[in-house]
């Protein structure tokens, strides 16, 4: 189960750190993901991790302005948001694939497991 936290209201410039927590299965073997869904739009992919950690992907538009990152020892993902843009206004999923030692994968369907999403909204 991946719970995740964090969002809410911030000015356009303005900075968010979301969480994602994971109960019953470590991250430490799989590739994780961060994804957001804005209004009318189609879940997109934002960011991803491997599964050794080492290696992470940005889509263009976030590159240089969010950071993923993880905590092994707290089983948590962590995605730091600086610079937001009001185009940034989603619900933000974090998502975990099933497979071990995989690498990032941009596609929704590579992923098995979802939290229940949190909102953020910037306003300009």
């Known amino acids: 189960q991946l719970q995740a936290s964090g969002g809410g209201l911030v000015q356009a410039g303005g900075s968010l750190r979301l969480s994602c927590a994971a109960s019953?299965?470590?991250?430490?073997?799989?590739?994780m993901g961060w994804f957001r869904q804005a209004p009318g739009k189609e879940r997109e992919f934002v960011c991803g991790?491997?599964?050794?950690?080492?290696?992470?992907y940005y889509v263009e538009s976030v590159k240089g302005r969010f950071s993923i990152s993880r905590d092994s020892a707290e089983n948590t993902v962590y995605l730091q948001m600086n610079s937001l843009k009001s185009e940034d206004t989603a619900v933000y999923y974090c998502a975990l694939q099933g497979r071990r030692f995989s690498t990032i994968e941009t596609r929704r369907d590579e992923y098995d497991y979802w939290g229940q999403g949190t909102q953020v909204t910037v306003s300009s």
């Open positions: 991790m491997s599964w050794t950690g080492s290696s992470t």
């Open positions: 019953g299965r470590s991250f430490s073997r799989h590739a």
